[in-house]
């Protein structure tokens, strides 16, 4: 790491103040990963995949503390950006299905929540809840108009209209009349 003038530094057990730059980054990528989910109304149980899509993402956008260069590509000069055109996390995503033996009446394509990039492939990461399972695939059609998740909200419909309640100025309210309260008188009980 020496060589790439990086300088190991480490600090005490459970002071996470002591590591600032550190915790500042994970501040960014948790707030970046909750921005996504929320915007995408994607439950949080995927905010492990948030939290990759937000790193992936950020690594390619230019940073002021590089003079508005691009991380990845300092870090990788002979590799192209994007191995895959970006797409919006959270969208309807259909992978095609490639299994050998399927038959001409079988589906060809699988519904699925589009949750980022692989790390490891050169694909997409996609989330079918039908089947519970992860797919990671580069053969994906993306529906990005359209979120996986229904944004509207379902507890009030449309149509309904809610009263407006009238609200008067204070001076054009009629006085309240006095009220005087008095205290009771103790009684005593003699035992």
Request: include cysteine; proline fraction near 10%.
């Amino acid at each position: 790491m020496s060589h790439h003038r990086i300088l190991h530094q480490s600090s005490c057990a459970h002071t996470p103040q002591q590591n600032g730059v550190a915790e500042r980054k994970n501040r960014h990528l948790v707030e970046t990963a909750c921005t996504i989910l929320l915007h995408s109304n994607v439950p949080f149980r995927f905010w492990g995949d948030a939290v990759f899509t937000a790193c992936y993402l950020i690594n390619r956008m230019p940073s002021s503390v590089l003079h508005d260069q691009i991380p990845h590509s300092l870090l990788f000069p002979d590799q192209p950006l994007y191995f895959l055109p970006p797409h919006v996390f959270g969208c309807t995503c259909f992978v095609h299905i490639l299994t050998p033996g399927q038959d001409k009446l079988s589906a060809k394509a699988m519904k699925c929540l589009f949750l980022g990039y692989s790390r490891l492939q050169r694909g997409y990461r996609c989330y079918s809840l039908e089947t519970h399972r992860y797919f990671i695939s580069a053969d994906v059609t993306f529906f990005e108009d359209s979120p996986f998740f229904s944004t509207t909200s379902e507890s009030l419909p449309v149509y309904e209209v809610l009263p407006i309640p009238i609200v008067f100025p204070p001076d054009a309210m009629p006085p309240r009349p006095l009220q005087v309260y008095h205290r009771r008188p103790r009684v005593v009980a003699l035992v």
